[in-house]
């Protein structure tokens, strides 16, 4: 395809961005999910819990509200052939659109597919149709998932494992990281891979290249801003490396912006926080109005960066030798077994034969206002620390005081 009309394509397409009421979502929905499955593939290949083969199933998959025979439509339907994981893929092109009660939801049917596996999906499918005025469109989406799942529906209703994967702007992830993190994987637009597999690999650069714009697809959250003067809140932007060094350097005389604080920062990902960009001013009269809530003292940030680093690219450091050589090899462990060791979220962990079971503090919404967060603590999954990959180093297994070794 001649890239010229792609690329005049695309800025066709994403001009409604700058439109009142022009959905972007639905026009460049069917564009992204023809490669979608390729992209996520290329772009999740080194994730330590996502990666894999993605397969397609269904775009505007219904989705059942409770015990109604009404429903909401999950934008892609796809699964992780390698994982056996289903996966609900939200795509986002702007800020307004976000819903803390779509998240909660999403996350809802992820516990109740691990407790109780997939078939309710099969099943709630069948019902709406059963009561649509258009059942054939319904039976279409069926149709696709008999072909296109390995095994058909009846391997599908099997599933016993689920992802929640957001496509969103980078400033809306910056922005509202914190709700973000309650999802397995946050991805911008940016983050995508532009080399994948497939005969049309070619025009998905092109592609690609014309979906990162809608990074900045995001009105600033007003506490960025003084509003009477249009003047930023904070002095400079720097990468990670750089906010490192800053925060080094100067320590409690700087702050650094990190929506959540302390909390949030402690639980994110070592690895995004590398492809960020941190925003930094000085501690006293410095730039604007703050929220205390999403600023962390320079030399704070410093200490709980290092303590990530510490936990899951330890095995990177000068003794990593010698730590690797004290781990219990992966194919020792024990299911159901607890271990000490070295985590992200925690030191002890319990072994279910794919990852470690931690007790970790997570974000949880308490009120309508931006702030009303407070942290309780949730099971967290943490895979086998190696090189590469993982967190969880397990260093001795744990015997119970009654049960003689």
């Not at 099969?122 to 989406?141: F, G, H, M, N």
């Not at 696709?144 to 929640?164: D, H, K, N, S, W």
């Not at 940016?190 to 979906?211: K, Y």
Request: net charge negative.
């Amino acid at each position: 395809m001649n890239k010229s009309f792609l690329s005049h394509l695309m800025a066709h397409l994403l001009e409604g961005s700058q439109i009142p009421k022009v959905q972007v979502e639905r026009s460049v929905g069917p564009v992204l999910g023809f490669f979608l499955a390729e992209v996520l593939t290329a772009t999740l290949k080194d994730d330590g819990a996502l990666s894999g083969r993605y397969r397609m199933l269904c775009p505007e998959f219904p989705l059942a509200k409770g015990n109604s025979l009404q429903s909401t439509n999950i934008d892609f339907l796809l699964y992780n052939e390698d994982r056996q994981a289903l996966v609900f893929l939200e795509l986002k092109t702007a800020g307004s659109s976000f819903s803390t009660q779509q998240v909660d939801t999403y996350l809802e049917n992820k516990s109740k597919i691990r407790v109780d596996s997939a078939a309710y999906l099969v099943s709630d499918l069948e019902r709406i149709k059963a009561s649509s005025t258009e059942p054939q469109k319904y039976a279409a989406v069926q149709q696709m998932l008999e072909t296109r799942f390995p095994g058909g529906m009846g391997a599908m209703a099997q599933c016993r494992e689920l992802y929640v994967i957001y496509l969103v702007p980078a400033q809306l992830k910056e922005r509202d990281g914190l709700l973000l993190k309650r999802v397995d994987k946050a991805l911008s637009f940016g983050e995508l891979a532009m080399d994948i597999d497939g005969p049309f690999a070619e025009e998905w650069a092109t592609i690609g290249q014309a979906l990162q714009q809608l990074d900045n697809n995001v009105k600033p959250n007003p506490s960025s801003i003084i509003s009477d003067s249009g003047h930023l809140n904070y002095q400079d932007r720097v990468d990670f490396d750089g906010i490192k060094a800053l925060c080094s350097e100067r320590g409690a005389q700087i702050v650094v912006g990190f929506a959540g604080g302390e909390a949030a920062l402690r639980q994110s990902d070592l690895k995004q926080l590398r492809q960020r960009a941190f925003k930094w001013d000085v501690a006293e009269g410095g730039q604007g109005h703050k929220q205390a809530l999403n600023w962390v003292a320079g030399n704070r940030f410093i200490d709980i960066v290092l303590s990530l680093e510490a936990a899951c690219t330890g095995l990177n450091e000068p003794s990593a030798p010698a730590r690797i050589a004290a781990q219990i090899p992966k194919e020792d462990l024990e299911v159901g077994a607890w271990y000490s060791g070295k985590g992200r979220n925690g030191d002890v962990g319990l072994w279910d034969g794919e990852d470690f079971l931690v007790l970790g503090l997570e974000g949880k919404k308490v009120g309508p206002d931006r702030s009303d967060w407070e942290n309780e603590y949730r099971i967290k999954r943490e895979p086998y620390g190696t090189v590469d990959e993982g967190c969880f180093q397990p260093f001795a297994k744990l015997v119970p005081a009654h049960h003689s070794a």
